[in-house]
């Protein structure tokens, strides 16, 4: 079936969907921007980016959909994990999408979504305790 025909069918009828204050979202794995949109549906396009936190809470894992294995689902999926710093994992999430020619046009949302769980995943400094100023004593 073609994705056009699969998205008719979905579009309004699907358990991932979420409706609220007049805005339709998305949940399903694969879409990068949470919106109900054909361009970022993760079940109707044959290739599809999915950019999620590691199970150990450090890096990200980049899970890439094989269009020619769609009849395998085991084999259908390529997930890959960064762990080595924003910088290279950013690189690394560009040259898959953009480099081999995937998906140029999720590159950017693959790109902040990335980024945005490599600045969760930061360890905050916490802040020093304060300590009470003396009064200057004035001189007369």
């Not at 054909?38 to 894992?61: E, I, P, Q, T, Y």
């Not at 890959?80 to 046009?105: C, F, I, M, W």
């Amino acid at each position: 079936m073609s994705s056009d025909v699969q998205w008719m069918v979905i579009r309004n009828n699907s358990s991932f969907l979420l409706k609220k204050a007049g805005v339709t979202f998305s949940t399903e794995a694969g879409n990068l921007t949470g919106k109900n949109s054909f361009k970022a549906n993760g079940l109707v396009n044959k290739r599809s980016v999915g950019v999620k936190a590691a199970a150990d809470g450090k890096g990200v894992v980049v899970t890439l959909r094989n269009d020619k294995k769609s009849f395998k689902p085991t084999k259908a999926t390529r997930s890959v994990t960064l762990k080595k710093g924003s910088r290279a994992a950013l690189a690394t999430v560009k040259a898959l999408t953009e480099g081999q020619n995937y998906r140029a046009d999720l590159t950017h949302d693959a790109l902040r979504l990335t980024s945005a769980l490599f600045q969760s995943q930061k360890t905050r400094k916490t802040a020093g305790v304060k300590k009470a100023r003396s009064r200057k004593v004035a001189k007369n």
